[in-house]
T-cell receptor
Framework: QKEVEQDPGPLSVPEGAIVSLNCTYS??????FMWYRQYSRKGPELLMY????GNKEDGRFTAQVDKSSKYISLFIRDSQPSDSATYLC????????????FGTGTRLLVSP | DAGVIQSPRHEVTEMGQEVTLRCKPI?????LFWYRQTMMRGLELLIY????????DSGMPEDRFSAKMPNASFSTLKIQPSEPRDSAVYFC????????????????FGEGSRLTVL
């Protein structure tokens, strides 16, 4: 079993829809949670970063962490075609947090 | 500012050949990471360096893989001999090594080297 599970998609939505992307994990030591966005043929880039449980909002993006359920989510409001990309969750423990563990990524397609 | 620079962007080689991938991290960053990305396994950490010193190479799949960082501005990942199962996109990333006050964990990735071994 992988430490981090993520549905590969693709997830297809119309422009303007609310998107929910999710990851589950098994290692209770994970304390840092991140979402990276990867456009086709490019490297991943950091989108959101949270520490421990709770919500964090940045514009149209909201990251949510539920440590009791070992479940994290990324919500995208008013999705745009430019949001079409692969979204990777990543997490690490308090110690050894340079060793990020990534999910396999969910491919999102937002149609105009 | 220039980002992480990787070369070559694409490499097609035959089984048994030596492959060398190169990386120039962002100036001022003192941590460097090599990742491999495949559809099945996603992004996997192969090895990382702090201040040019290898810290953890537990992700290096076999002795056929080796990585070096002779100075703060250059690193190589070598595969010898290469095999078809090594076909993947190899990413280099860099950031500042963590301190007590700086723990964002943000990695800055290059655009990757797409390797195909026939």
């Amino acid at each position: 079993q992988k430490e981090v599970e993520q549905d590969p998609g693709p997830l297809s939505v119309p422009e303007g829809a609310i998107v929910s992307l999710n990851c589950t994990y098994s290692n209770s030591a994970f304390q840092y949670f991140m979402w990276y966005r990867q456009y086709s043929r490019k490297g991943p880039e950091l989108l959101m970063y949270t520490y421990s449980s709770g919500n964090k909002e940045d514009g149209r993006f909201t990251a949510q962490v539920d440590k009791s359920s070992k479940y994290i989510s990324l919500f995208i409001r008013d999705s745009q075609p430019s949001d079409s990309a692969t979204y990777l969750c990543a997490m690490s423990p308090l110690s050894g947090f340079q060793k990020l563990v990534f999910g396999t990524g969910t491919r999102l397609l937002v149609s105009p | 500012d220039a980002g992480v620079i990787q070369s070559p962007r694409h490499e097609v080689t035959e089984m048994g050949q030596e492959v060398t991938l190169r990386c120039k991290p962002i100036s001022g960053h003192n941590s460097l990471f090599w990742y491999r990305q495949t559809m099945m396994r996603g992004l996997e950490l192969l090895i990382y360096f702090n201040n040019n010193v290898p810290i953890d190479d537990s992700g290096m799949p076999e002795d056929r893989f080796s990585a070096k960082m002779p100075n703060a501005s250059f690193s190589t990942l070598k595969i010898q001999p290469s095999e078809p199962r090594d076909s993947a996109v190899y990413f280099c990333a860099s950031n500042h090594a963590p301190t007590r006050t700086l723990r964002t964990g943000e990695l800055f990735f290059g655009e990757g080297s797409r390797l195909t071994v026939l």
